[in-house]
């Protein structure tokens, strides 16, 4: 099940960049494996960015040549906490957080999870007759609000990864700035009401 490709859908320009690091541990990592309700989503940037419910999304994708599974499953992972520097969040967040920013924490709704475990099981049946498929893992930004009158022009964000709490977050994309971002177009970052 190690064959299941991570892929963060706004990692493929110059602007950004994954950590040699993180590749080696992703290139290890196991989400197929991990228990559902511990996999989390967390963005670090500016403070006055607000994320709801559905702005976020993890994208779990499973096709067999058989055609025996074809996944495509979209969860919007609801916040768990919004947080600026405190001692309860893990070092990897803490990290290089400046005065202007906060750490956006996401997890699997309680029905996602247990869905996510399900199509987990099933892959894992599938791979177990010796057959493999090609999978995949997408978490993208797709909304968001300012609570500032003036909007930025720029929005730099790092996105991480955890999918065991023993592992830690790894820093998945450094930098990302989503507004200007070429594949965000479709994201509106527009004034909180």
């Keep these: 099940m190690k064959y299941l490709s991570i892929l963060l859908l706004l990692a493929t320009t110059a602007c950004t960049s994954i950590p040699l690091k993180t590749l080696y541990k992703l290139r290890n990592a196991s989400p197929l494996q991990a228990p559902a309700e511990h996999i989390r989503v967390a963005i670090r ?34 916040v768990q906490e919004y947080s600026q520097k405190h001692n309860q969040l893990p070092t ?12 956006i924490i996401l997890k699997l709704t309680a029905a996602d999870a247990a869905q996510f475990k399900q199509r987990q099981q099933l892959i894992s049946q599938y791979e177990q007759t ?34 065991e709490p023993q592992d830690g977050y790894l820093l998945f994309v450094e930098d990302l700035d989503i ?8 994201t509106h970052i527009g004034k909180c009401n």
């Excluded at 990897?92 to 750490?103: K, M, S």
């Excluded at 090609?134 to 955890?162: E, H, M």
């Excluded at 507004?179 to 479709?186: D, F, I, R, V």
Aim: aromatic fraction near 8%; glycine fraction near 8%; hydrophobic fraction near 35%.
């Design 92 to 103: 990897a967040l803490l990290n290089n957080l400046e005065d202007n920013q906060q750490v």
């Design 130 to 163: 010796g057959q493999r498929g090609r999978g995949w893992l997408i978490a993208s930004v797709n909304g968001g609000c300012y609570k500032n009158a003036k909007q930025p022009t720029s929005l730099p964000t790092d996105i991480f990864i955890q999918f």
């Design 179 to 186: 507004l200007s971002h070429e594949q965000m177009a479709n």
């Design 45 to 78: 940037s500016d403070k006055n960015l607000q994320i709801k419910q559905g702005n976020v999304q993890l994208e779990l994708g499973y096709q067999t040549a058989d055609n025996q599974l074809d996944i495509h499953d979209i969860y919007f992972v609801e």
